[in-house]
């Protein structure tokens, strides 16, 4: 067993964390709110710059784990998070705020939406929404592509991989499990040959 | 104007609401890549096999979860509450939530807490690290992609809110505003018609 190189969170330095699992459970709720198709990309602004619970390697970390495991990968991730800090109960805080006031929404708009489903400004603002939405998320991943270069691969291998799983994925419509297994599997091979030597 | 809206009258028996739960405990094992990637599969169960579920009803969840903040689970949810309705009653499509819900998260949640626990006792391990970071490059991958879907099925690719994606990213990028005001600006601007 050797020890990492890295500090890791805990350890001197108090890096930020949640003060509480009430803290962690607004934090939470207050992510679930700002994501208009998706959260994740929310998560990277509040928690890895905002408030700088974790830092950009952790959070890709992290994030490779919650998508690779079954269920949504937000939920996965808060789990992990929540857990980390609380345990158990830190990890059911932290689903609980993900879920509870969106819950609420999402049915109040399901009993709204026969009313309204057919005005075009409701439309057109939903439209709206999901168009910036889909500018935040193409910043995250933009940001975290600057944490490749701390990664055991060659900047140029990192590039590559990326570049062909955007194709797969957003051009090709290929099925996710098969891009992860497939192409993720080939660059947890390659960077666990480099980091043997 | 108005399409006819194909409406469904249930009576579900207790064996009924038990197969719904099992059928969505069941999808939640096999949701890598998030529910939705199940949602084919819980088309073929609601609205084909036992039509507890319209298609109108059915599309209506995947569209309005996507639209409402949160996480896009909860399009589950929303399909537990209509076959509840379609059941009808308000406290059938109560508990119809709480069954899709309970089932669709409960096996998920025990799997990767245990995983990410185990990974994070071992975070040291060669091939915790291999994993970890080898797969980083494809996590970015997923965000692009998921930003190029989102911004190209939002009313079709048209320029204008191609436009209103990036200049929304220009300004994430360069500010620390507030992402309720960059939201609230585009759908202003979706609402007067502008993009």
Known sequence: ?197 | MSPAHETLHLALAWSDWLNLFGHFLLLSTMSIGGAISTSSEMHRFLVEQHHWLTQDQFNAAIALAQAAPGPNVLFVALMGWHVGLNAGSVGAALFGVLVCMVGIMTPSTVITYTAARWGHRNRDLRAVRAFKQGMAPVVIALLLSTAWILGSSAGGGQWRLWLLSIAAGAVIWRTRLHLLWVLAAGALLGALGIV
């Open chain 1, 1 to 197: 067993m050797t020890t990492s190189p890295h500090p890791q969170p805990g350890e001197p330095g108090a890096p930020p964390r949640p003060q509480s699992l009430s803290d962690l459970f607004i934090s939470f709720t207050l992510l679930a709110l700002q994501g208009f198709g998706g959260v994740l990309a929310v998560v990277q602004r509040e928690l890895v710059e905002r408030k700088r619970w974790l830092t950009q390697e952790e959070f890709i970390e992290d994030w490779a784990v919650a998508q690779i495991m079954p269920g949504p990968n937000v939920v996965n991730l808060s789990l992990m998070i929540g857990g980390r800090y609380f345990g158990l109960p830190g990890a059911m805080t932290a689903l609980a705020g993900l879920l509870a006031l969106p819950l609420v929404l999402v049915l109040s708009l399901a009993v709204l939406h026969d009313r309204f489903a057919d005005s075009p400004q409701v439309a057109g603002a939903l439209r709206g929404m999901a168009a910036v939405s889909a500018g935040l998320i193409g910043v995250a991943g933009l940001r975290l592509a600057a944490a490749l270069k701390r990664s055991p691969l060659p900047m140029s291998w990192c590039v590559a991989i990326a570049a062909v799983g955007f194709v797969l994925v957003a051009l090709l419509k290929c099925p996710l499990p098969y891009v992860l297994l497939g192409l993720g599997g080939l660059g947890c091979v390659l960077t666990w040959r480099r980091l043997a030597s």
